[in-house]
């Protein structure tokens, strides 16, 4: 449906391509509902809804740390420029493929049932960059990979007559 304007090839570091084709296609503003939800993004579990409702942290990249670091450690072992370290370096690569790709994917499913169900969204406008500065936290952080979220959300809303605010993170709010 609708008019393409460009397409792109890229090639992946696991060896895959992609054609990604720009279409200009007009996308349907959801009906009008009345439910509103605030989201508290954490670590333990991902999100917090005022409704509620918990979604849990998936935690993608701590469930492959052990195949990880043992692919990773197969591969400081070959010679650099044979044949053999090629190889791994496609296991390793596969192996974090998988985490975008499972991490992608929660998160394209838990926006859209969010703009689903609600016509407003309320989340707290994080510094996410400089709680990365928090060496203790960071890899937690970005597991969760809070920022790539609320762009998805972003974009989400505008297309589907959402609305979305983002609260200060110095607003007294719980």
């Known amino acids: 449906k609708g008019k393409i304007t460009t397409s792109t090839i890229t090639k992946t570091s696991t060896n895959k391509y992609f054609v990604s084709i720009s279409v200009e296609?007009?996308?349907?503003?959801l009906p009008k509902i009345t439910n509103s939800?605030?989201?508290d993004l954490g670590i333990k579990s991902f999100a917090f809804f005022s409704n509620g409702e918990?979604?849990?942290n998936p935690k993608y990249l701590e469930k492959q740390t052990k195949q990880l670091k043992r692919q990773q450690q197969h591969l400081s072992r070959k010679e650099k420029g044979s044949n053999s370290r090629s190889k791994q370096k496609l296991k390793v690569a596969k192996i974090h493929e998988r985490i975008t790709n499972l991490r992608r994917d929660f998160q394209h499913k838990l926006?859209?049932?969010?703009i689903h169900e609600n016509q407003v969204i309320c989340i707290e406008n994080?510094?996410?960059k400089n709680m990365l500065k928090n060496h203790k936290l960071a890899k937690a952080i970005q597991d969760s990979s809070w920022s790539s979220f609320v762009n998805l959300l972003e974009y989400k809303c505008k297309w589907y007559g959402r609305t979305l605010i983002k609260v200060d993170r110095f607003f007294p709010s719980s």
């Not at 296609?25 to 503003?29: A, L, S, V």
């Not at 926006?111 to 969010?114: A, D, I, V």
């Open 37 to 39: 939800v605030g989201v």
């Open 111 to 114: 926006s859209l049932k969010l």
């Open 25 to 29: 296609e007009n996308i349907e503003h």
């Open 126 to 128: 994080l510094s996410v």
């Open 54 to 56: 918990e979604v849990a």
